[in-house]
């Protein structure tokens, strides 16, 4: 069964910090690479990070967030997270972890609102 659970959205100030959290199945998670997936208002989802399962975890981000979004995985606990730094209202949205390339299945999400 696949489950993917979102974590650690929330209101914050332009400028600030959050750190988000999924847990995946094991089931796709020891299989797949990763992805932070994010959906603004009006807009259609976007990949925002994604991560290797092997090769030495490869990452690679959304020009958008680059320099300001730092995604890691724990193969130990099946987790994935993502580092926001400097977030800015553009960021605002809700966050979704799931396979990258994405499977069918979502996770309710997260939402993050960044105020200016």
């Known amino acids: 069964q696949v489950q993917l659970v979102e974590s650690g959205g929330g209101l914050v100030q332009a400028g600030g910090s959050l750190r988000l959290s999924c847990e995946a199945s094991?089931?796709?998670?020891?299989?797949?690479?990763m992805g932070w997936y994010r959906q603004a208002p009006g807009k259609q989802r976007e990949l925002v990070a994604s991560?290797?399962?092997?090769?030495?975890?490869?990452?690679n981000y959304a020009d958008s967030v680059k320099g300001r979004f730092t995604i890691a995985r724990d193969n130990a606990r099946n987790m994935v997270f993502l580092q926001m730094n400097n977030l800015n209202p553009e960021d605002t949205g809700v966050y979704y972890c799931?396979?990258?390339?994405?499977?069918?299945?979502w996770g309710q999400g997260t939402q993050v609102t960044v105020s200016s």
């Open positions: 991560i290797t399962l092997l090769g030495g975890s490869v990452t």
């Open positions: 799931n396979t990258y390339p994405p499977q069918p299945y």
């Open positions: 094991r089931i796709i998670f020891a299989i797949y690479g």
